[in-house]
C-alpha cells in the first residue's frame, strides 16, 4: 500500500481543505515525493516544516503527523513514529479512521498486536478499505483475537472489491485459496503496478506466518519485501520493522 498523499492540480487532496495558504501543502506534498524517492529524513524535515507551518488545518495536521511518523519507522526511530501517531490521532479529527488504522498497523509490525487490533478495531468502526481489513485481521491473529465479529475479514470482504487486487490476498487470508496462488495473482493485471503486487503478496503471506508462529517461513519473504518494496510502502517499513522485531 504506497502512500496516498499525491498532488491533486497542485494540491494535496488530504490537505486542502481550510489550509490557509498553499506553502504547507507544498512542502507536504514535497515531503511525500521525498519518501517515494527513499529521501526519509528530507521528508521528516519537510513534514516538520508543514506541520510548523501553522497552514494547515486539523484534519492536514493529523495527516501530516501520521505521515511523519511513519517516515521516522522507516529510519527505525520507533519512538519518534510512537509520538508522531499518538499526535495524530490526539487531534481527533476526521482523519481519525486513518490514524487510527496507521497506528493500529505500526503497533503490529513492533510487537504490540493486541494494542494494534485495539487500533484498528476503532479503525474499522468508522469506516473499512482492504488494507486496513487485512491489518485488522492479522493483528487479530498475532493478539489471539477471535475475528468473528461484524468487523471480522469475512464480514469485511462482503464490501470489499475481490475481483481486484488485494482481493487474492483476502481470500488467502480467509484460507479459502493457497499462499501460491497469492504469488501467482500478483504476477497478473497492470504491469506498472507489478512491483507493488509481489510486494504485498511476500510481506502478507509472511505476516500470516508470523500470526501463527513460523518465524522460519517469514523471514526469507520479508527480507525480499524490506528490499524490493517500494520506498513509500507500509509493507516495506513493516517488513523491516518485523526483521529488527526478529533478530
Not at 501467482?184 to 504491469?191: I, K, R
Amino acid at each position: 500500500m504506497r502512500w496516498v498523499l499525491a498532488p491533486v492540480a497542485g494540491l494535496s487532496a488530504m490537505m486542502i481543505a481550510g489550509a490557509a495558504s498553499a506553502d504547507g501543502i507544498e512542502d507536504a506534498n514535497n515531503a511525500v515525493r521525498a519518501a517515494q524517492a527513499g529521501n526519509y529524513d528530507q521528508a521528516i524535515d519537510l513534514f516538520t516544516q508543514a506541520i510548523n507551518s501553522d497552514e494547515l488545518n486539523l484534519t492536514g495536521r493529523a495527516q501530516a503527523y501520521a505521515y511523519r511518523g511513519i517516515a521516522r519507522a522507516a529510519t527505525s526511530d520507533y519512538v519518534g513514529a510512537k509520538e508522531d501517531l499518538d499526535l495524530a490521532v490526539a487531534l481527533d479529527t476526521e482523519y481519525n479512521p486513518e490514524a487510527y488504522a496507521y497506528r493500529g498497523y505500526f503497533e503490529m509490525v513492533t510487537g504490540e498486536a493486541a494494542k494494534g487490533a485495539a487500533d484498528l478495531e476503532k479503525s474499522a468502526r468508522f469506516k473499512v478499505w482492504s488494507y486496513q481489513a487485512m491489518w485488522l485481521a492479522l493483528a487479530r491473529a498475532k493478539a489471539h483475537v477471535p475475528d468473528t465479529d461484524d468487523i471480522s475479514l469475512k464480514m469485511n470482504s462482503e464490501m470489499l472489491k475481490m475481483d481486484q487486487w488485494p482481493g487474492p490476498v483476502v481470500k488467502f487470508l480467509l484460507g479459502e485459496a493457497p499462499a501460491s496462488s497469492v504469488a501467482s495473482a500478483a504476477e497478473a493485471g497492470d504491469p506498472s503496478r507489478l512491483k507493488e503486487r509481489t510486494c504485498d503478496a511476500d510481506f502478507y503471506v509472511a505476516e500470516s506466518h508470523l500470526a501463527h508462529g513460523d518465524a522460519v517461513a517469514a523471514k526469507p519473504l520479508l527480507t525480499r519485501a524490506a528490499a524490493d518494496c517500494p520506498f513509500a510502502s507500509f509493507e516495506r517499513m513493516g517488513a523491516t520493522a518485523e526483521l529488527t522485531r526478529l533478530k
